[in-house]
């Protein structure tokens, strides 16, 4: 569901469009203590559109002295995660120095931005509309928030910047899953592709290669559908080449960029190689998420021990993607198959996944309680707000003072304790820091 942010200094009106937006006059911020009561979220269905509404209101009632500062930061934070932003000024008031502030943070940032020059009902206030040309943030839409006036034109255009949101999320759900092996030579993907098709579609050994123009190949795992990276194609244009090693690399990355789950198979007999570790560093890099196959597991006689020590390789080598499912298999009997669709279908759960904001900052006060940033020479270090900007893979930023002097050690901390806290294996994590000072 896209996400609407209203935006504007104290005053101007933004809780009574909340309130007119929701279509209920909620009781003002919920009383909780910490940082989650600075914001209210309400789901708004008007007409064909269905979108989250973040009202940035709830600050007005917090202490002066802090407001600036917080104030700041809450909007950075609901403007970072909108799709659309709602920029509220006072029509009766006309443009006021306290405006520009929150104007230059709708400006900086690249979102759609609709004007709305409230408190204009029965056409009062139309200079204070005018001067709001003047913000370079385009025509001024005039509403009544109190009155309910104007509401057809700001639906009219929302209705032109939000993306269609129900429509988005049906095809999410139809849309194949795409699920890319890759490993080094001989590791045993085509054995393992073939089995999963149920046939002998690719080719397997040394023979000479066929013919495939696609790409992909479309599978029905118990009723999902997946799209296989077809990773006998890429060994094909290999052979065919000398540039062996260059064309491995290039391959490989074809195959992550492809996918949005990779299997990197390891051969369980010679497993972590380093050409297994670059494909997982390309997985971070892509933002993929990442399971682990122990393939020809029916070579291995010490399984328990082999599978103890393996888990605790991954551990200790892939610390950008923690807890990556680590499954052993024979893609030769057929053995594991299934176990490593389960894993693949969870770890793109993970990828997929989105927290609440009050989760986060609930998780972000205590995270910073019980383990505060470092004081850095003179410099207060202050994380005010944390919330998720982006899914595939999950995507955070901190809104905060002198975030740019937060050591490297101190933000892997954040990740390990988000990736904990949220329970979020095998993805890489990032984590963004947009500083007010
Ligand atoms: P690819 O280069 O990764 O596509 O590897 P192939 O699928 O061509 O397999 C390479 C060799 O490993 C072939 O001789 C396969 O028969 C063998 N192989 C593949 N999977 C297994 C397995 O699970 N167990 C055993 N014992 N051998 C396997």
Sequence with gaps: MPTVAIVGRPNVGKSTLFNRLVGRKLALVDDRPGVTRDRREGEVRLGHLHFTVIDTAGLEEADAASLAGRMRAQTEAAIAEADAVLFVIDARAGLLPADQPFAELVRRSDKP????????????????????????????????????????????????????PEEDEEADRDRPLKVAIVGRPNAGKSTLINRMLGEERLLVGPEAGITRDSISLDWLWRGRRIKLHDTAGMRRRARIDDKLEKLAVSDGLRAVRFAEVVVVLLDATIPFEKQDLTIVDLVEQEGRALVIGLNKWDLVADQPGLLKDLKEKATRLLPQVRGAAVVPLSGLAGEGVDRLMQAVVAAHEVWNRRVATAR?????????????PPAVSDRRIKIRYATQVKTRPPHFALFGNQLNALPKSYTRYLVNALRDAFDLPGVPIRLSLRTSK
């Design 113 to 164: 931005v609709i004007l709305l020059a409230n408190k204009a009902e029965g056409g009062a206030g139309l200079a204070g509309a005018y001067e709001a040309f003047g913000l370079g943030l385009g025509d001024p839409v005039p509403v009544s928030a109190e009155h309910g006036e104007g509401m057809g034109d700001l639906l009219d255009a929302l209705a032109e910047v939000l993306p269609e």
């Design 360 to 372: 986060i900052n609930q998780w972000l006060s205590e995270a910073v309680q019980a383990n505060p």
